[in-house]
């Protein structure tokens, strides 16, 4: 039995608040409850009493003689903690929370929060919320919300606001889909986001899983991606992130207190494991039903069979922008297609049957499954046309073969499954209830009235079928173990104030963990200058060592491309004079003599500590082309080198790194595993609070370290 069966299949629940009134809360809820069918046993809580649909009020909580699975507490915020301490006395299992007024009103509201929820963990009681709009399991009858109309279907919905819910049950409605079971989470003051993920995902009746997300609790964005990988496997979850802006963060902050964290960690986060994460609540619903009812995608390749000129230009426009391909159909496609189609239809990709599906309902269908044979090879198809679906007689419509709309349009579902190829389609009437349409996606073939909407859900099919091919060749993440510490370095920088390791420490902190390092040497002074020089090999980079100088490049505290010991001793002497006219305050100990490495590729690795999921790696094109490109990525670490590379592949200058214009490639292996080796170092060294590797350069040989920088928290 799972911890939360008795949350969604409860046995019996007590509403604390319920009302004979049918203008309070108190009735809405019990009367939503009551006619969604439940067979448990209610027990409705009021000290005035009363009677409704047949069940006796209870005037106090205690008068339940036996222990309840599920309490809705629809109580004023200022109540609640003493109705949890008798709800946990006397032996209650789960409670939704309904009521605000708790942390997301801050201070005072915190407070009750904190004070409610101690009292639950007493008792071991489970809560959902406070400020939440409640739970649903529509198989089993049951719906503790405010809204009576939630259409039945596959999709599990993880909400953390209750009217984004009523918002995508419309939604659901229009595309005649539905729901499974529905959490709207509110606070998450107890269970928390990645619980519910879990629950759904070993769900049967759920099939694909959508969600609403402001914030993650601090401190198990870590829980949440190691769930959301693991589902992903099994099942699709598609997720729209609010709180991306900074306005949008404050308003999150107020409507559930939730930190919704840096917004492009979150979205590099949520690819890391396997996510879709979508920019429009428009699209969320439509892309949770197209990923039920279609195949998944595995190429680029796209046929568009149906009607209307100005139609196919657009839809091939939408089509190409998200990243697909209209290509040419085959001389041998289109002799077979001309057989269908009179003189002057245009025969092509997109195929036009100017109307004739009037005649011949089967032309979708046979003229889509043509294409689907073609030998370029055609990874999936969408339709357009529709224009007639909607006239006052369409259902007692007869086309030459006998076939009703609904009956023609629902063969090409029978094309889908017989080449498992997705197609989709794109209608003017997709927006309205019509009995043809509710036939053609009950066939599997998803209908929208939007040529973005359409190609944005043949997209979805596409990094769906991506997301599973990383998550199964995925090579293990070795969790490893945390190396023998240099304690020493951590208290000299937490002695420091500021934290700063120098680049010196750095590289021995590096080296001492079997990270690739170059040679290094510090001078003191100027007596061991040339001989460590020597030890090294011109040409050479001088750097100062300081804890107070952080980018030493800004004070000239940098000599690149010293060639021999005339310029050694002169960008020695220089450097030293300048620091002590312009720097007197800082603590200048000597300098860093390094390789200088010519050529290569630049690239830039930085490690950050994320409020939510952590340790985070950056990667992206480096030196000065970091604040100039703006090509970068994230990776929630620990992170195996398969997502390291991958990555890197995001990267605009990845290209570069393959080798453009004649050059050759690089060594990216190298690379890879200089930032995998990096990237463990957070295991060690939690206390690593930022620290920037830039530039690494990369070149046929080796990735080498030419800077670094690391700040302890």
């Known amino acids: 039995m799972h911890p939360l069966d008795t949350l969604f299949y409860p046995r019996s629940i007590a509403i604390l608040g319920a009302s004979t009134n049918p203008s309070r809360t108190g009735y809405e809820w019990f009367h939503t409850l009551h006619k969604a069918g439940y067979k448990g046993k209610i027990f409705p809580v009021n000290p005035k009493g009363g009677e409704l649909f047949g069940y006796p009020f209870y005037k106090s909580y205690e008068d339940i003689k036996e222990p309840v699975d599920l309490v809705i507490n629809l109580l004023s915020a200022a109540n609640t903690a003493q109705a949890m301490e008798t709800i946990g006395r006397c032996g209650a299992k789960n409670v939704v929370a309904f009521t605000s007024g708790f942390a997301e009103m801050g201070g005072p509201g915190k407070a009750l929060q904190d004070e409610m929820l101690a009292i639950a963990k007493q008792y071991n009681v489970r809560v959902v919320g406070p400020n939440c709009m409640g739970i649903a399991n529509l198989d089993y009858g049951l719906n503790c919300t405010s809204l009576e109309f939630y259409p ?109 964290g840096e917004a492009s960690i979150f979205t590099e986060a949520l690819k890391q494991a396997g996510v879709l994460e979508v920019d429009n609540l428009e699209e969320l619903i439509p892309i949770a039903e197209t990923l039920y009812r279609c195949p998944l995608c595995d190429g680029e390749n796209i046929s568009l069979v149906g009607s209307g000129g100005g139609h196919s230009i657009l839809l091939t426009d939408a089509i190409e922008k998200h990243g697909f391909a209209v290509p040419p159909l085959t001389s041998t496609t289109i002799e077979a297609v001309k057989q269908f189609l009179p003189d002057y239809a245009p025969v092509a990709n997109p195929i036009d049957m100017t109307g004739e599906y009037l005649t011949n309902l089967r032309l979708f269908a046979d003229l889509t499954e043509i294409t689907l044979q073609d030998p370029i090879g055609f990874s ?10 909607m006239v006052e007689d369409n259902e007692a419509y007869r086309d030459t073969n006998n076939l009703s709309f609904a009956e023609g349009l629902s063969l090409v579902g029978d094309i889908q499954q017989k080449y498992e190829k997705p197609i989709v389609c794109y209608s003017p009437n997709a927006g309205e209830k019509n009995i043809n349409l509710t036939a ?88 061991t200058l040339e001989k460590m020089a020597s030890e090294i090999g011109y040409p050479l980079v001088m750097k100062v060592v300081s804890p107070n100088i952080i980018h030493k490049s800004d004070v000239g505290g940098v000599v690149v491309n010293i060639k021999d010991e005339n310029e050694l001793l002169f960008a020695y002497r220089t450097m030293i004079e300048s620091l002590k006219k312009n720097q007197r305050a800082a603590d200048v100990q000597g300098v860093l003599l390094t390789p200088f490495i010519g050529g290569g590729i630049e690239i830039i690795c930085g490690l950050l500590c994320d409020a939510t999921f952590g340790p985070v790696m950056m990667v992206g094109a480096g030196g000065v082309l970091t604040e100039v490109l703006d090509d970068t ?53 939690p206390e690593i609070r930022e620290a920037d590797f830039n530039p690494i350069i990369v070149n046929e040989q080796a990735a080498t370290l030419a800077d670094a920088r690391m700040v302890m928290g």
Request: proline share 3%; net charge neutral; charged share 25%.
């Open 152 to 260: 039945k279907g596959p999709i599990g919905l993880i909400s953390q606001s209750g009217n984004v819910g009523i918002t995508v049950a419309y939604d659901a409605a229009k595309y005649d889909i539905g729901f499974s079971k529905l959490i709207f989470f509110g606070n998450q003051s107890d269970l928390s986001i990645h619980e519910f993920l879990e629950y759904f995902g070993q769900d049967e009746n759920t099939k694909v899983i959508a969600m609403y997300v402001e914030g993650i609790k601090s401190g198990l964005g870590k829980e949440f991606l190691d769930v959301a990988k693991k589902v992903s496997k099994i099942k699709p979850i598609v997720l729209i992130k609010g709180g991306k802006t900074p306005n949008a963060v404050r308003a999150a902050i107020s409507h559930t207190a939730s930190l919704a």
């Open 380 to 389: 999936g198809a969408v339709n357009y046309s529709g224009y007639d679906l």
């Open 440 to 527: 053609q996606r009950n066939s599997g073939i998803p209908t929208y009235a939007s040529f973005d909407l359409a190609a944005t859900c043949l997209k979805a099919l596409r990094l769906r079928h991506e997301a599973l091919q990383k998550l199964s060749k995925e090579d293990c993440v070795e969790e490893p173990a945390a190396k023998k510490r240099l304690e020493d370095f951590i208290e000299l920088a937490k002695a420091r104030g500021h934290h700063n390791l120098t680049e010196s420490e750095v590289l021995h902190l590096l080296a001492s963990h079997e990270v690739p390092v170059p040679k290094w040497h510090v001078a003191f002074s100027e007596d």
């Open 633 to 685: 990525a994230f990776l929630i670490l620990p992170a195996s080198r398969q997502e390291i590379h991958a990555a890197l592949q995001s990267l605009k200058i990845y290209k570069v790194l393959e080798g453009v214009r004649g050059k050759r490639p690089v060594n990216i292996n190298a690379l890879v595993d200089l930032l995998y080796e990096i990237g463990h170092l957070t295991v060690t060294y």
